[in-house]
């Protein structure tokens, strides 16, 4: 059922399901409601920052949760009425109230009763669903089930009706027609391709004309702008100067491998580590540039190892948003206070991209490239094949430990299991909302995992539906 791109598509029908509240009478969810109260409101004084922790107590933690001191336990599952916590969200004294007024904070009547049920259910504890490992998932008893014509629409049409509404009608054909073509292909159909559509009594129709869209080459253009805008891709260096560079190459890589159905650990794979791999393609070096598209400096003045360590520190800032969907910035020069990476995970994860032979800064008068040894990318190549003649490759040094160190860590992270990549691949392909476990993002995000690494670039089961 994937479709040919996880960035567009599904994201459109997950993000609008992604809203709060379950789609059945099952218990609270941690995670989805849970965890938000109390990382917005409890956190700043009871989190993982060891400098503002008020009593010594950490809600973050479970164990820290179900702690007793003086004879009173933050929480007891089970039991609201003997659990410090829900009497102070409750209490009335300013001296007691939790969140205290001087924070500025405050529950919603609506929270505190989540919170009490919560504790009252158990208080079962978890992880940010995105770290949970991937679970079956069945399908939501809906009412209308005539309605639905495959698995998605179970789903969707359950929230529908969790908020008492109704299915709105279907779209006319045009309008069916120009909203696909404008997602996968960024233009608006022409006329000849509506009176076709029109025109055309079979059943499948519609379904036909989706796949002549996915087939247009002009799908991998559409589709490889909202990677390249990921991989921070552009066409000159960035900064003052902002000299321009001939990426293109690595540009018309995207396009083709998105176009030619590269499944998506191998597309990650490439970028990350393709020089690496056993009989490396022209093709998989290429990819490898995804590593050099940060910004760089020529300003006078600028010390060439401070932005060496500049562009290292870039490289794991780009795989945390583009891959990882984590941001890892404040793991730079502190553990994070939120998300589970610590100061040494950060460096750990840049030692894997410590190892290109670069200069700091590039040549302002010439074009000659800042990294002596990595493949240069000068000169054009089309969306065709490359080869050195092409892309103009240069030679590759002997591999280094510390890129063999990286080549491991791919292999990890590309792998096919429920790691990083299993869940990150679901985390990019499929939306940044809340929804969580919520059953749509569980059901999706197992099918990427069992996709074979996650999220194949071919299928066509969202269009159709």
């Not at 073509?181 to 960024?186: A, T």
């Not at 247009?216 to 990677?227: L, Q, V």
């Not at 059953?439 to 089961?461: I, K, T, Y």
């Amino acid at each position: 059922m994937w479709i040919r791109t996880p960035f567009r598509i599904v994201a459109v029908v997950v993000v609008g399901m992604a809203l709060p509240g379950p789609l059945t009478g099952a218990g609270v969810d941690f995670a989805r409601e849970v965890l938000p109260i109390l990382s917005d409101n409890c956190f700043h004084c009871h989190g993982p920052s060891e400098t503002g922790r008020k009593a010594g107590l950490r809600l973050d933690l479970r164990e820290g949760a179900l702690r007793v001191k003086d004879g009173k336990a933050t929480l007891v599952p089970g039991k609201p009425e003997s659990s410090e916590l829900v009497k102070r969200i409750h209490a009335d004294d300013p001296e007691v109230v939790m969140p205290p007024p001087d924070s500025h904070r405050s529950l919603t009547v609506a929270q505190k009763e989540l919170l009490k049920r919560w504790v009252a259910e158990g208080a079962l504890w978890g992880k940010h669903w995105s770290f949970e490992p991937v679970r079956a998932r069945s399908l939501p008893a809906v009412k209308a089930g005539g309605w639905a014509r495959n698995d998605l629409d179970r789903f969707i049409l359950a929230r529908i009706e969790s908020e008492g509404l109704q299915p709105s009608p279907e779209a006319p054909l045009e309008a069916l027609a120009r909203r696909a073509s404008l997602d996968l292909v960024g233009l608006p159909p022409t006329e000849e391709d509506l009176r076709r559509l029109v025109s055309d009594p079979a059943p499948t129709a519609y379904e036909a004309y989706v796949d002549r869209l996915l087939a247009s080459p002009a799908y991998g253009e559409r589709m490889a702008a909202e990677w390249l805008d990921l991989a921070r891709y552009a066409d000159t260096y960035g900064f003052q100067s902002d000299v321009e560079r001939d990426l293109s190459p690595w540009r018309d890589w995207v396009v083709k491998a998105i176009n030619s159905n590269l499944a998506y650990d191998q597309f990650l794979t490439w970028q990350l580590a393709g020089d690496l791999l056993p009989g490396a393609t022209q093709e998989q070096r290429l990819a490898t540039a995804y590593s050099r598209l940060h910004r760089q400096t020529n300003e006078g003045g600028s010390i060439e190892e401070e932005w060496r360590a500049e562009y290292v520190s870039d490289r794991v800032h780009t795989v945390g948003t583009s891959i990882l969907g984590l941001t890892m910035e404040c793991s730079r020069c502190h553990d994070h206070k939120y998300d589970p990476i610590s100061q040494r995970d950060y460096y750990s994860l840049s030692a894997f991209f410590n190892n290109i032979d670069e200069s700091g800064l590039y040549s302002h008068f010439t074009a000659a490239t800042p990294d002596p040894d990595d493949v240069p990318l000068q000169g054009g190549a089309g969306a065709g094949a490359w080869g050195p003649e092409d892309a103009g490759f240069g030679r590759v040094d002997p591999v280094s430990e510390g890129a063999r160190r990286r080549g491991s860590a791919v292999r990890w992270d590309g792998g096919t299991g429920d790691s990083g990549a299993g869940r990150a691949v679901f985390v990019r392909c499929h939306g940044r909302g809340q929804g969580g476990q919520s059953g749509l993002h569980e059901w999706c995000r197992r099918g990427s995992v069992e996709a074979g690494g996650g999220c194949q670039w071919a299928g066509r089961g969202v269009q159709r539906g």
